[in-house]
């Protein structure tokens, strides 16, 4: 019984989390069509990319006991194609500036990946201590990429609209942590679980964020329109008035 249901929840964490990395799709179908970034930031992207890299890694029996972890490397396995996808959308249509901000984050990145895991493989030898290595820097680098939506929750607040904080994200980061939590909690891997602890609230704490400020931007775009309406019809009486300025002004000429 228990076996089913740590794979029942297994199961749904993984739909939850590919859901969760496919998301930002939405955004970057906006960069392709725009040409542009805009106010974008790659930095939780190239996070993910780590987050990803780092608990395929944990999954796998080079680190783990044969294939104790297997929900993890499948769900991670597709997070490493979507990250990476979104990584290098972003440079091709960033800035100058900006190509230089991905590649300076993004090679010390791999960088990171890459020596964690020769060491974890060369140095340790028993499952506990590369479980401990590669665990805990997984964990320190998911709280990270939970805590990154501060930043456009920081925008949020600052601008009062949650254009740069798509909805659809915050839904599937509470859903995808609320049962990696659970899962980690059958499992009893502190590993797993410890992440999911600080994801929980703070992805609560956007989709109050897009209640309170989703409502603003509603009633803000009538207002827009309005101003807009307003403006064309004094457009349209300064034309009417030019033209009847014109049409006098002929008339006194032919008499």
């Given amino acids: 019984m228990a076996e089913t249901l740590r794979m029942a929840v297994a199961v749904l964490g993984n739909?939850?989390?590919?859901?969760?990395?496919?998301a930002p799709m939405v955004t970057f179908k906006r960069v392709i069509r725009k040409k542009s970034t805009e106010e974008f930031s790659c930095i939780p992207y190239i996070i993910g990319l780590l987050n990803c890299l780092l608990f395929t890694w944990y999954g796998l029996p080079f680190v783990s006991n044969k294939w104790e972890n297997f929900p993890l490397v499948t769900v991670n396995g597709v997070g490493i194609a979507l990250e990476l996808s979104y990584v290098l959308i972003y440079f091709w249509f960033a800035s100058s500036k900006g190509k230089v901000k991905v590649a300076m984050i993004t090679i010390p990145v791999l960088l990171v990946f890459c020596i964690t895991a020769v060491v974890s493989v060369f140095a340790f030898h028993d499952s506990t201590h590369k479980k401990l290595l590669v665990g805990?820097?997984?964990?320190g680098v998911s709280v990270a990429m939970y805590g990154s939506p501060l930043v456009a929750m920081k925008k949020v607040v600052q601008t009062k609209s949650?254009?740069?904080?798509?909805?659809?994200l915050s839904i599937c980061t509470c859903f995808a942590s609320t049962l990696w939590l659970t899962y980690g909690i059958l499992i009893r891997d502190i590993f797993v679980a410890g992440p999911s602890v600080v994801g929980v609230p703070l992805a609560i704490l956007q989709i109050v964020l897009h209640c309170k400020y989703r409502k603003r931007s509603v009633a803000e775009e009538p207002n827009k329109r309005d101003m807009e309406k307003g403006n064309l019809e004094k457009v349209d009486i300064e034309i009417g008035e030019v033209e009847k300025d014109v049409t006098n002004h002929h008339d006194k000429a032919n008499s």
């Fill in 15 to 22: 739909a939850a989390s590919v859901s969760l990395y496919a």
């Fill in 136 to 139: 805990s820097l997984g964990l």
């Fill in 162 to 168: 949650v254009e740069f904080m798509p909805l659809p």
